[in-house]
């Protein structure tokens, strides 16, 4: 069982940056899209941005677009999130997933556990 491992969430001031991580305990063939999904306290959770690990493509939610940088390092089997320019509205948990397609989530068949992202004003 492949098992996603996030890290890097905390607490940061507005404008302020953070990097996610997403360890995969393996590498998973034949999964070529990975993406990093949040949820506010009392929202759904969202899609933030996807990467195809093959191709090197990418897509952001126009939320986080021009702010975020989604990245994947296929040697260490990595996900990365570089988040720039936090906003208090960037605040929640943020989940990676693995195996699905474009921003939908219930396609994800893997998910990290979570890390917490809490911006203060």
């Known amino acids: 069982q492949v098992q996603l491992v996030e890290s890097g969430g905390g607490s940061v001031q507005a404008g302020g940056s953070l990097r996610l991580s997403c360890a995969a305990s393996?590498?998973?063939?034949?999964?070529?899209?990975m993406a990093w999904f949040r949820q506010a306290p009392g929202k759904e959770r969202e899609g933030v941005a996807l990467?195809?690990?093959?191709?090197?493509?990418?897509y952001y939610a126009d939320s986080v677009k021009g702010r975020f940088t989604i990245s994947h390092d296929n040697a260490k089997n990595t996900l990365y999130l570089q988040m720039n320019s936090l906003t208090p509205e960037d605040t929640a948990m943020y989940y990676c997933?693995?195996?699905?397609?474009?921003?939908?989530?219930?396609?994800?068949?893997?998910w990290g556990q979570g890390t917490q992202v809490t911006v203060s004003s």
């Open positions: 997933a693995a195996g699905g397609y474009g921003l939908v989530m219930s396609t994800y068949n893997y």
């Open positions: 393996e590498y998973i063939y034949s999964i070529y899209n």
């Open positions: 990467i195809n690990t093959v191709s090197r493509s990418t």
